[in-house]
Protein backbone atom coordinates (compact mmCIF):
# COMPACT_ATOMS: atom_id res chain seq x y z
CA UNK A 1 0.00 0.00 0.00
CA UNK A 2 2.66 2.53 1.01
CA UNK A 3 3.81 1.53 -3.02
CA UNK A 4 0.91 3.05 -4.24
CA UNK A 5 0.61 6.11 -2.15
CA UNK A 6 4.23 6.74 -2.80
CA UNK A 7 3.46 6.41 -6.21
CA UNK A 8 -0.03 8.89 -6.17
CA UNK A 9 2.28 11.28 -4.47
CA UNK A 10 4.81 11.11 -7.20
CA UNK A 11 3.10 11.08 -10.66
CA UNK A 12 0.30 12.82 -9.27
CA UNK A 13 -3.56 11.73 -10.05
CA UNK A 14 -3.83 8.60 -12.01
CA UNK A 15 -6.86 6.15 -12.96
CA UNK A 16 -6.77 2.72 -11.81
CA UNK A 17 -5.65 1.08 -14.42
CA UNK A 18 -2.79 3.25 -14.96
CA UNK A 19 -2.24 2.43 -11.11
CA UNK A 20 -2.56 -1.22 -12.03
CA UNK A 21 0.06 -1.13 -14.64
CA UNK A 22 2.03 0.50 -12.75
CA UNK A 23 2.00 -2.56 -9.74
CA UNK A 24 3.49 -5.66 -9.54
CA UNK A 25 -0.22 -7.32 -8.29
CA UNK A 26 -3.74 -6.10 -8.10
CA UNK A 27 -3.68 -2.98 -6.19
CA UNK A 28 -7.40 -2.52 -5.70
CA UNK A 29 -7.29 -4.10 -1.99
CA UNK A 30 -4.57 -1.41 -1.30
CA UNK A 31 -6.03 1.46 -3.03
CA UNK A 32 -9.07 0.82 -0.73
CA UNK A 33 -7.43 0.78 2.36
CA UNK A 34 -5.64 3.67 1.66
CA UNK A 35 -9.29 5.70 0.92
CA UNK A 36 -10.19 4.42 4.07
CA UNK A 37 -7.70 5.68 6.01
CA UNK A 38 -7.96 9.03 4.35
CA UNK A 39 -4.75 9.20 2.35
CA UNK A 40 -5.87 9.15 -0.90
CA UNK A 41 -8.77 9.87 -2.85
CA UNK A 42 -11.09 9.29 -5.67
CA UNK A 43 -11.94 12.33 -7.91
CA UNK A 44 -13.29 13.05 -11.22
CA UNK A 45 -10.80 14.48 -13.52
CA UNK A 46 -12.21 15.19 -17.39
CA UNK A 47 -14.70 12.98 -16.78
CA UNK A 48 -12.34 10.13 -15.44
CA UNK A 49 -12.48 8.59 -12.48
CA UNK A 50 -8.69 9.09 -10.82
CA UNK A 51 -6.98 8.30 -7.64
CA UNK A 52 -5.12 11.48 -6.40
CA UNK A 53 -3.01 11.50 -2.80
CA UNK A 54 -5.04 13.86 -0.54
CA UNK A 55 -1.88 16.73 -0.12
CA UNK A 56 -3.28 17.26 -3.92
CA UNK A 57 -7.26 17.83 -3.51
CA UNK A 58 -6.14 21.77 -2.97
CA UNK A 59 -4.08 21.65 -6.55
CA UNK A 60 -6.88 19.98 -8.11
CA UNK A 61 -9.47 22.28 -7.27
CA UNK A 62 -7.21 25.55 -7.74
CA UNK A 63 -5.91 24.28 -10.71
CA UNK A 64 -8.15 22.39 -12.42
CA UNK A 65 -11.69 23.06 -10.94
CA UNK A 66 -11.95 19.19 -9.31
CA UNK A 67 -14.23 18.87 -6.94
CA UNK A 68 -12.80 18.34 -3.14
CA UNK A 69 -14.69 15.13 -1.62
CA UNK A 70 -16.53 14.91 1.07
CA UNK A 71 -14.39 14.12 4.07
CA UNK A 72 -11.72 15.34 3.23
CA UNK A 73 -9.64 17.02 6.32
CA UNK A 74 -9.36 21.15 6.51
CA UNK A 75 -6.15 20.85 6.24
CA UNK A 76 -5.55 19.56 2.91
CA UNK A 77 -7.82 22.26 1.72
CA UNK A 78 -6.21 25.34 2.05
CA UNK A 79 -5.39 27.26 -1.21
CA UNK A 80 -2.31 26.57 -3.03
CA UNK A 81 -0.20 29.64 -4.43
CA UNK A 82 0.22 28.31 -7.84
CA UNK A 83 -1.56 25.12 -8.18
CA UNK A 84 -1.50 24.78 -12.19
CA UNK A 85 1.86 25.07 -12.07
CA UNK A 86 2.49 22.33 -9.61
CA UNK A 87 0.43 20.09 -11.83
CA UNK A 88 2.38 20.76 -14.41
CA UNK A 89 5.81 20.43 -13.28
CA UNK A 90 4.83 17.32 -11.46
CA UNK A 91 3.54 15.84 -15.00
CA UNK A 92 6.71 17.55 -16.65
CA UNK A 93 9.17 16.18 -14.09
CA UNK A 94 7.80 12.29 -14.73
CA UNK A 95 6.48 12.20 -18.27
CA UNK A 96 8.24 15.19 -20.23
CA UNK A 97 8.66 16.37 -22.65
CA UNK A 98 5.47 17.31 -23.75
CA UNK A 99 3.62 20.31 -25.18
CA UNK A 100 0.85 22.34 -23.78
CA UNK A 101 -1.20 20.16 -26.70
CA UNK A 102 0.01 16.94 -25.97
CA UNK A 103 -0.21 16.79 -22.52
CA UNK A 104 -2.65 13.66 -20.44
CA UNK A 105 -6.47 14.22 -20.99
CA UNK A 106 -7.00 14.25 -17.08
CA UNK A 107 -5.20 17.73 -17.02
CA UNK A 108 -7.54 19.58 -19.55
CA UNK A 109 -7.09 22.83 -19.21
CA UNK A 110 -7.35 26.26 -21.32
CA UNK A 111 -3.81 26.21 -23.42
CA UNK A 112 -2.68 30.09 -22.44
CA UNK A 113 -3.11 28.72 -18.56
CA UNK A 114 -1.08 26.14 -19.53
CA UNK A 115 1.67 27.88 -21.24
CA UNK A 116 1.81 29.71 -18.25
CA UNK A 117 2.05 27.45 -15.91
CA UNK A 118 4.93 25.20 -18.18
CA UNK A 119 6.99 28.43 -18.61
CA UNK A 120 6.88 29.21 -15.31
CA UNK A 121 7.78 25.58 -14.01
CA UNK A 122 9.96 24.75 -17.28
CA UNK A 123 13.09 26.53 -15.25
CA UNK A 124 12.57 24.11 -12.03
CA UNK A 125 12.76 20.31 -14.52
CA UNK A 126 15.17 18.40 -12.57
CA UNK A 127 15.61 14.89 -13.96
CA UNK A 128 12.61 13.06 -13.56
CA UNK A 129 12.87 9.11 -12.34
CA UNK A 130 13.36 6.20 -14.18
CA UNK A 131 10.85 3.82 -14.96
CA UNK A 132 11.75 1.63 -12.34
CA UNK A 133 11.17 4.03 -9.34
CA UNK A 134 8.13 4.82 -11.09
CA UNK A 135 6.60 1.37 -10.36
CA UNK A 136 5.25 0.06 -7.02
Known amino acids: AE ?3 DLLRLLGPLTGEE ?3 RSTADPAGWL ?3 RDARRIVEVRMAGMSCWAAVEDVARLRDGLGVP ?20 VGRY ?5 PFTTTSGPEKYVV ?4 CSAATRRCSSSVKNPPSPSEART
Do not use: Q
Open 3 to 5: GVA
Open 19 to 21: VAA
Open 32 to 34: EML
Open 68 to 87: IPAGTPEAFTEPVEDPLADL
Open 92 to 96: ARTHG
Open 110 to 113: ASRP
